[in-house]
C-alpha cells in the first residue's frame, strides 16, 4: 500500500507540503545540504 493511499499519508503529506513551505526551514534545509558535502570532503582530507 503506498503512503498516498492511506489516510494518514494524506495527512502526512498536507503536513510534510505545510513544513517545507516554511522559508526560515527551507533555509536550514538548504544551507545544510550545501555544507555536507564540504564537510565530508574536509573529512577524508584529514582522515588520521
Known amino acids: 500500500m503506498a503512503l498516498e493511499d492511506s489516510k494518514f499519508?494524506?495527512?502526512?503529506i498536507k503536513f510534510a507540503v505545510k513544513l517545507g513551505n516554511?522559508?526560515?526551514l527551507r533555509s536550514l534545509?538548504?544551507?545544510f545540504a550545501?555544507?555536507?558535502?564540504?564537510y565530508n570532503l574536509?573529512?577524508?582530507?584529514h582522515a588520521d
Open 42 to 45: 574536509g573529512r577524508a582530507c
Open 22 to 24: 516554511q522559508i526560515h
Open 9 to 12: 499519508g494524506q495527512g502526512f
Open 34 to 38: 550545501t555544507i555536507m558535502p564540504l
Open 29 to 31: 534545509r538548504d544551507a
